[in-house]
Structure formats: structure tokens, C-alpha cells
Nanobody, 123 residues
Framework: QVQLVESGGGLVQAGGSLTLSCGISARPANGYALGWFRQLPGKEREFVGAIMWRDGTTQYSDSLKGRFTISRDIAENSVNLQMNNLRPEDTAVYSC????????????????WGQGTQVTVSS
């Protein structure tokens, strides 16, 4: 059983930056993928990006690539989401998730989920 806890959400002005962190209850096995998803108001949950724990390989949503960066902190057992040049349309609940195996874009492929953290970008 993997437990995930997000932190770092809040209110930020457009153009600003924010870093979210996902604390993981147990050291993920090398074959785990850790993903970040977001759910905009009234919309379906969507893929932001993900990282393979074993080697740090990342994949991103094409629309967010270049502004968002995912990294892992092996010592802290956490995965971070660095968000730059934030826009009001980035306002959403951001969640981290984990699965055994490779990175998938579909949230249905992830077994464990955090509770989510709200990010609000003001114009």
C-alpha cells in the first residue's frame, strides 16, 4: 500500500511560480511511475506529467511542457512539480498518483492517489 500526500498548493498571481510536493509513505520500487494530474473546475481529470522512480525519466502533457517540471527527491522520498509562468487557466486541484509499471497518461491506470491540493492563479 502506497500513501501519497500533496503539499504546496495555494494562491499565486499570474506569471508566478509554485512548487508542489508529493510525499510518499514508502520508498517506491524501481518499477513505479509517479504521476501528476489536475482537475479544472467542471472538467475531467487530466494528465500533467509523470516520472519513473528508477531513473527519473519524465513525460509531460504537450500543452504544459516547458512550463512544468517534475523531479524526484530520493532522500526525501518525494516527487515535486515545479510550475512556472502560471496562468489563471492553470487553476485546478492537483493530485499525485502512483502505479506499478510504465508511465500512462490515463488516470484510470494509476492505483494510488493523494487527496489533492488546490492551486489558484489570480489574474
Amino acid at each position: 500500500q502506497v500513501q501519497l500526500v500533496e503539499s504546496g498548493g495555494g494562491l499565486v498571481q499570474a506569471g508566478g511560480s509554485l512548487t508542489l510536493s508529493c510525499g510518499i509513505s514508502a520508498r517506491p520500487a524501481n518499477g513505479y511511475a509517479l504521476g501528476w494530474f489536475r482537475q479544472l473546475p467542471g472538467k475531467e481529470r487530466e494528465f500533467v506529467g509523470a516520472i519513473m522512480w528508477r531513473d527519473g525519466t519524465t513525460q509531460y502533457s504537450d500543452s504544459l511542457k516547458g512550463r512544468f517540471t517534475i523531479s524526484r527527491d530520493i532522500a526525501e522520498n518525494s516527487v515535486n512539480l515545479q510550475m512556472n509562468n502560471l496562468r489563471p487557466e492553470d487553476t485546478a486541484v492537483y493530485s499525485c498518483a502512483a502505479r506499478r509499471g510504465n508511465i500512462y497518461y490515463s488516470p484510470g491506470e494509476y492505483y494510488w492517489w493523494g487527496q489533492g491540493t488546490q492551486v489558484t492563479v489570480s489574474s
